[in-house]
C-alpha cells in the first residue's frame, strides 16, 4: 500500500469518524433536548392553565367578599334606619293602632317585594324568637349558623350593638341568608315590662352571588378556550378533568392513555405534578398531569414520542446529508492534494534508489551522484516538499565531496600506516630480542614490551661488555609515538656508543644527557638506568637518572629497592654530573625494572594498577625464571585493566643470579602467554 493510499484513508477515516460522532452526539443531544422542551411545553401549559383557574378562584372569591361586606353594609343601615324611624313614631304617638300602622308601613316600605335582592325586615320578640325562631324565614330556634351556633345562643347573648347570622335554612345552597338581628328597647319598653323586641334584618345570599358566579364561569370559559387553543403536535391530546373525572375541556380526539389516567392522577395528587413516558399499544407516548388544588381539578397532557421526535430526525438527516456531501469533497480535495504532493516524494525515492545503485568508489559514480539531483526534483518548491528536494540535493553534492575527501584521508591514512609499520619494525630492529638470552652461570635475562600505540618511547636494551660483564639499560622517553620513537632510537644509539666507550655508568649517563640536550629542539627528556652487571660476583654498578627505583626480590619473597638516584632526567639540562652506585645480587636473586606504564595501568573504575599491587604480585611468584616471572605480572595487569585499553606502553626487565644448577619453573598458569 502506497503512502498516498494510506495517508488518504487515513484523513478518509478521520473526516468519516468526525461526521458520524457530531451525527451521534447531534442525534442523542436533539432527542434529549426534544423531549426536555416538550416536557417544559406541557408543564408551562398546565401552569398557564392552574394559574387561570387559581387566579379565577381568588378573583370569586374576592368579589364575594366584597358582596358580603357591601350586604353587611346595607342591612346594618336599613336596620339602623327602620330602628330611628321607629323610636321617632313611638316618641311622638302613643300607643295606638295608628302607630302600629306607622310601624308596620314602616317596616313594609324597607322591603321590594320585585327585587330578589332587596332585604326583608322583621319586628319581632325575644321570647317569640325562642320558642318558634322565625318561621316567615324558614328558621327554627334550633338553626345554626356557619360558626355551628344555634339561633337561641345567639339571642340569649345578644349586645346592644346587634350582631351578623348566616345561616341555610334548609340545607340547601340557594337557601343561604344572611341575617342582622339589633336589639329594640324603648324606655315604655322598660317601664310597661314589655318583652324585649328584636329588630331583624335578612337577605337571601344566592342572588347576590349571581355575578361573582358569573365571573367565575367567565374564567373558566377562559380555560377552556386556552385548552382548546392550544397549539400542539400532531395526535396529542389535552384534557381537563374535574375531581369526578368528568371532562371539562379538551382537545384532540385521540386519547391512548386514559387507561392510565387514574395511576397518574393519584401520582399527580401527592406531587403536584408528574411527566413521565408512558408504553402503551400505539406507541410511547409523553405524557404530563397536573393537580389543580383549588377546584380539585386535573389537567392531562400527551403525545407521540415518535411525532416528539419528528424533528431531530429531520434535522439528522440533514447534518447526515451535509456530513456525507463534505466527506466526499473531503476525500476529492485530499486525493488531489496528496497525489500533488507526494509526486515529488517518487521522485525523490527514484533518486534514492539509484543512489543506492551508483559505484561510489569511483569518479564516474561520484559524476552521476552530482548530476542526480538535477532529475525532476522540485527545487523551485517553497513547501516542505522543496525543503526536502533541496535537502536532498545538498546531500548529495555533500556526500561526493566527503566521500572524495574520505577517499585522500584512507589514501594518506593507509600511506602513514605503512610508515609506521616501517618505523616500528625498525624500532623493534634497534632493541635486543625480547626472546631470552642463553643463560649462563650467574646470569639470567628477560626482557618484555608492549607500546601503547603503533610505535613507543619505551627503550631496554643488554648486551655483553668487556671482562664477561653485562651492560643492562632501561629507559622511558617523554610523550608517545612517532617523537617519542624518534628520541628513543636516537638515545639507543648514544646509549651503546657511551657504554662501550666510557666502561662507567655514571661516565656514560653524562656523556648522553650532553649530547641529547645539545639536540634536542623539542625539548624532550628520558629517564633511564644504566647498570653494568658482573655474572661471577653478582656486583651490580649503576647510575639511575630519574628512572622508576628497580626492584630486587630474594629466593624467599624478600623485596628490596635500589633507592639511590644519581640524577635529575636525562636530556632535559646541561653539564650534569650522574654519580655511580653499586649493589651485589645474592644467589637466586632477581633485579626486576620497569617503565612507570606498568604500575599506571588503569581499570575502568579509573583505578591505578600501583606499585603496592606490583610488589605483592611479584611476593606471589618466587622461583620462577625472569621470563615466567614477568609473564605471571603481566597477566596479573591484564587481569585488573579488563576490557580497558593501555594508556601507556608497558616495557620489563628481569635480571636473575641463577647458579648454573639451579633448575628454574616456568610460569604455572600460561607458559605461552601472549597477552599483547
Same mark, same amino acid.
Given at each position: 500500500?502506497?503512502?498516498?493510499?494510506?495517508?488518504?484513508?487515513?484523513?478518509?477515516?478521520?473526516?468519516?469518524?468526525?461526521?458520524?460522532?457530531?451525527?451521534?452526539?447531534?442525534?442523542?443531544? *436533539? #432527542?434529549?433536548?426534544?423531549?426536555?422542551?416538550?416536557?417544559?411545553?406541557?408543564?408551562?401549559?398546565?401552569?398557564?392553565?392552574?394559574?387561570?383557574?387559581?387566579?379565577?378562584?381568588?378573583?370569586?372569591?374576592?368579589?364575594?367578599? =366584597?358582596?358580603?361586606?357591601?350586604?353587611?353594609?346595607?342591612?346594618?343601615?336599613?336596620?339602623?334606619?327602620?330602628?330611628?324611624?321607629?323610636?321617632?313614631?313611638?316618641?311622638?304617638?302613643?300607643?295606638?293602632?295608628?302607630?302600629?300602622?306607622?310601624?308596620?308601613?314602616?317596616?313594609?316600605?324597607?322591603?321590594?317585594?320585585?327585587?330578589?335582592?332587596?332585604?326583608?325586615?322583621?319586628?319581632?320578640?325575644?321570647?317569640?324568637?325562642?320558642?318558634?325562631?322565625?318561621?316567615?324565614?324558614?328558621?327554627?330556634?334550633?338553626?345554626? $349558623?356557619?360558626?355551628?351556633?344555634?339561633?337561641?345562643?345567639?339571642?340569649?347573648?345578644?349586645?346592644?350593638?346587634?350582631?351578623?347570622?348566616?345561616?341555610?335554612?334548609?340545607?340547601?345552597?340557594?337557601?343561604?341568608?344572611?341575617?342582622?338581628?339589633?336589639?329594640?328597647?324603648?324606655?315604655? $319598653?322598660?317601664?310597661?315590662?314589655?318583652?324585649?323586641?328584636?329588630?331583624?334584618?335578612?337577605?337571601?345570599?344566592? @342572588?347576590?352571588?349571581?355575578?361573582?358566579?358569573?365571573?367565575?364561569?367567565?374564567?373558566?370559559?377562559? +380555560?377552556?378556550? @386556552?385548552?382548546?387553543?392550544?397549539?400542539?403536535?400532531?395526535?396529542?391530546?389535552? *384534557?381537563?378533568?374535574? /375531581?369526578?373525572?368528568?371532562?371539562?375541556?379538551?382537545?384532540?380526539?385521540?386519547?391512548?392513555?386514559?387507561?392510565?389516567?387514574?395511576?397518574?392522577?393519584? =401520582?399527580?395528587?401527592?406531587? /403536584?405534578?408528574?411527566?413521565?413516558?408512558?408504553?402503551?399499544?400505539?406507541?410511547?407516548?409523553?405524557?404530563?398531569?397536573?393537580?389543580?388544588?383549588?377546584?380539585?381539578?386535573?389537567?392531562?397532557?400527551?403525545?407521540?414520542?415518535?411525532?416528539?421526535?419528528?424533528?431531530?430526525?429531520?434535522?439528522?438527516?440533514?447534518?447526515?446529508?451535509?456530513?456525507?456531501?463534505?466527506?466526499?469533497?473531503?476525500?476529492?480535495?485530499?486525493?488531489?492534494?496528496?497525489?500533488?504532493?507526494?509526486?515529488?516524494?517518487?521522485?525523490?525515492?527514484?533518486?534514492?534508489?539509484?543512489?543506492?545503485?551508483?559505484?561510489?568508489?569511483?569518479?564516474?559514480?561520484?559524476?552521476?551522484?552530482?548530476?542526480?539531483?538535477?532529475?525532476?526534483?522540485?527545487?523551485?518548491?517553497?513547501?516542505?516538499?522543496?525543503?526536502?528536494?533541496?535537502?536532498?540535493?545538498?546531500?548529495?553534492?555533500?556526500?561526493?565531496?566527503?566521500?572524495?575527501?574520505?577517499?585522500?584521508?584512507?589514501?594518506?591514512?593507509?600511506?602513514?600506516?605503512?610508515?609506521?609499520?616501517?618505523?616500528?619494525?625498525?624500532?623493534?630492529?634497534?632493541?635486543?630480542?625480547?626472546?631470552?638470552?642463553?643463560?649462563?652461570?650467574?646470569?639470567?635475562?628477560? +626482557?618484555?614490551?608492549?607500546?601503547?600505540?603503533?610505535?613507543?618511547?619505551?627503550?631496554?636494551?643488554?648486551?655483553?661488555? +668487556?671482562?664477561?660483564?653485562?651492560?643492562?639499560?632501561?629507559?622511558? *622517553?617523554?610523550?608517545?609515538?612517532?617523537?617519542?620513537?624518534?628520541?628513543? @632510537?636516537?638515545?639507543?644509539?648514544?646509549?651503546?656508543?657511551?657504554?662501550?666507550?666510557?666502561?662507567?655508568?655514571?661516565?656514560?649517563?653524562?656523556? *648522553? #644527557?650532553?649530547?641529547?640536550?645539545?639536540?634536542?629542539?623539542?625539548?624532550?627528556?628520558?629517564?633511564?638506568?644504566?647498570?653494568?652487571?658482573?655474572?661471577?660476583?653478582?656486583?651490580?654498578?649503576?647510575?639511575?637518572?630519574?628512572?622508576?627505583?628497580?626492584?630486587?626480590?630474594?629466593?624467599?619473597?624478600?623485596?628490596?629497592?635500589?633507592? /639511590?638516584?644519581?640524577?635529575?632526567?636525562?636530556?632535559?639540562?646541561?653539564?650534569? #654530573?650522574?654519580?655511580?652506585?653499586?649493589?651485589?645480587?645474592?644467589?637466586?636473586?632477581?633485579?626486576?625494572?620497569?617503565?612507570?606504564?606498568?604500575?599506571?595501568?588503569?581499570?575502568?573504575?579509573? &583505578?591505578?594498577?600501583?606499585?603496592?599491587?606490583?610488589?605483592?604480585?611479584?611476593?606471589?611468584?618466587?622461583?620462577?625464571?625472569?621470563?615466567?616471572?614477568? &609473564?605471571?605480572?603481566?597477566?596479573?595487569?591484564?587481569?585488573?585493566?579488563?576490557?580497558?585499553?593501555?594508556?601507556?606502553?608497558?616495557?620489563?626487565?628481569?635480571?636473575?643470579?641463577?647458579?648454573?644448577?639451579? /633448575?628454574?619453573?616456568?610460569?604455572?598458569?600460561?607458559?605461552?602467554? $601472549?597477552?599483547?
Amino acid at each position: 500500500m502506497t503512502l498516498q493510499t494510506k495517508l488518504s484513508l487515513s484523513i478518509s477515516c478521520a473526516i468519516a469518524l468526525s461526521v458520524l460522532f457530531t451525527v451521534f452526539l447531534t442525534w442523542k443531544r *436533539v #432527542n434529549t433536548l426534544s423531549i426536555h422542551t416538550e416536557t417544559s411545553d406541557f408543564s408551562s401549559a398546565a401552569k398557564t392553565l392552574e394559574h387561570i383557574l387559581e387566579s379565577s378562584f381568588f378573583d370569586y372569591l374576592i368579589h364575594k367578599a =366584597q358582596i358580603v361586606i357591601e350586604t353587611k353594609k346595607k342591612i346594618q343601615r336599613i336596620t339602623m334606619n327602620t330602628w330611628r324611624d321607629i323610636q321617632s313614631v313611638e316618641r311622638i304617638y302613643p300607643p295606638s293602632e295608628k302607630r302600629d300602622e306607622l310601624i308596620t308601613s314602616i317596616i313594609r316600605d324597607g322591603y321590594d317585594h320585585t327585587d330578589k335582592t332587596s332585604a326583608r325586615i322583621f319586628l319581632t320578640d325575644e321570647q317569640t324568637v325562642l320558642e318558634k325562631g322565625i318561621p316567615d324565614l324558614q328558621i327554627s330556634p334550633d338553626t345554626k $349558623n356557619s360558626k355551628n351556633e344555634t339561633i337561641t345562643s345567639i339571642i340569649k347573648s345578644l349586645k346592644p350593638n346587634g350582631k351578623f347570622f348566616l345561616i341555610a335554612a334548609s340545607g340547601e345552597h340557594d337557601s343561604y341568608k344572611f341575617l342582622y338581628i339589633l336589639p329594640f328597647t324603648t324606655q315604655s $319598653n322598660q317601664i310597661n315590662k314589655e318583652p324585649k323586641r328584636l329588630l331583624i334584618c335578612a337577605q337571601r345570599l344566592v @342572588t347576590l352571588f349571581d355575578s361573582a358566579n358569573q365571573l367565575l364561569e367567565d374564567h373558566f370559559k377562559q +380555560a377552556r378556550q @386556552t385548552i382548546s387553543n392550544s397549539l400542539f403536535f400532531e395526535k396529542s391530546h389535552l *384534557v381537563l378533568y374535574d /375531581n369526578s373525572d368528568t371532562p371539562l375541556a379538551h382537545q384532540g380526539e385521540y386519547n391512548p392513555i386514559q387507561n392510565v389516567f387514574q395511576e397518574l392522577k393519584i =401520582q399527580a395528587r401527592a406531587q /403536584n405534578s408528574v411527566t413521565k413516558i408512558i408504553d402503551t399499544e400505539q406507541g410511547e407516548f409523553l405524557c404530563h398531569c397536573s393537580w389543580i388544588r383549588a377546584f380539585d381539578w386535573y389537567f392531562l397532557a400527551a403525545a407521540p414520542l415518535e411525532i416528539l421526535k419528528k424533528p431531530s430526525k429531520e434535522l439528522i438527516s440533514t447534518i447526515t446529508f451535509a456530513g456525507l456531501s463534505i466527506l466526499i469533497m473531503a476525500i476529492i480535495t485530499t486525493a488531489s492534494i496528496l497525489t500533488r504532493a507526494l509526486q515529488p516524494l517518487q521522485y525523490l525515492s527514484h533518486c534514492a534508489r539509484k543512489l543506492a545503485s551508483l559505484d561510489l568508489s569511483s569518479q564516474s559514480g561520484l559524476a552521476q551522484m552530482d548530476a542526480l539531483p538535477k532529475e525532476k526534483l522540485p527545487l523551485n518548491r517553497n513547501d516542505e516538499v522543496g525543503d526536502l528536494s533541496k535537502a536532498f540535493a545538498t546531500m548529495s553534492h555533500e556526500l561526493a565531496n566527503n566521500i572524495r575527501s574520505t577517499m585522500q584521508v584512507m589514501t594518506k591514512q593507509k600511506r602513514v600506516e605503512g610508515e609506521l609499520a616501517a618505523a616500528r619494525d625498525i624500532q623493534v630492529g634497534i632493541l635486543p630480542s625480547s626472546e631470552p638470552i642463553p643463560s649462563e652461570p650467574g646470569f639470567s635475562i628477560a +626482557a618484555f614490551l608492549e607500546p601503547a600505540r603503533e610505535v613507543g618511547g619505551d627503550l631496554y636494551d643488554c648486551f655483553p661488555l +668487556a671482562q664477561g660483564t653485562k651492560a643492562i639499560v632501561m629507559g622511558d *622517553v617523554s610523550g608517545k609515538g612517532i617523537p617519542a620513537s624518534l628520541f628513543m @632510537t636516537m638515545s639507543v644509539t648514544l646509549i651503546r656508543y657511551a657504554l662501550r666507550s666510557e666502561h662507567s655508568p655514571e661516565l656514560a649517563m653524562n656523556q *648522553v #644527557n650532553a649530547l641529547l640536550e645539545e639536540h634536542n629542539p623539542g625539548s624532550m627528556f628520558v629517564t633511564l638506568f644504566m647498570g653494568i652487571y658482573t655474572p661471577s660476583t653478582g656486583e651490580l654498578i649503576y647510575a639511575n637518572g630519574g628512572h622508576c627505583l628497580p626492584i630486587i626480590m630474594g629466593a624467599d619473597g624478600a623485596i628490596r629497592k635500589l633507592t /639511590n638516584l644519581s640524577g635529575p632526567i636525562v636530556g632535559a639540562m646541561p653539564s650534569l #654530573n650522574y654519580q655511580l652506585y653499586k649493589d651485589v645480587l645474592a644467589p637466586g636473586e632477581l633485579c626486576f625494572l620497569y617503565t612507570d606504564g606498568l604500575t599506571e595501568a588503569m581499570n575502568d573504575r579509573k &583505578e591505578l594498577y600501583g606499585e603496592e599491587r606490583l610488589i605483592a604480585c611479584m611476593a606471589k611468584h618466587t622461583g620462577l625464571s625472569p621470563k615466567a616471572f614477568q &609473564e605471571a605480572i603481566f597477566e596479573d595487569i591484564c587481569a585488573f585493566r579488563g576490557n580497558e585499553p593501555p594508556s601507556d606502553d608497558i616495557t620489563m626487565l628481569t635480571v636473575a643470579r641463577i647458579p648454573w644448577q639451579q /633448575n628454574l619453573r616456568t610460569h604455572p598458569k600460561n607458559p605461552n602467554l $601472549n597477552c599483547s
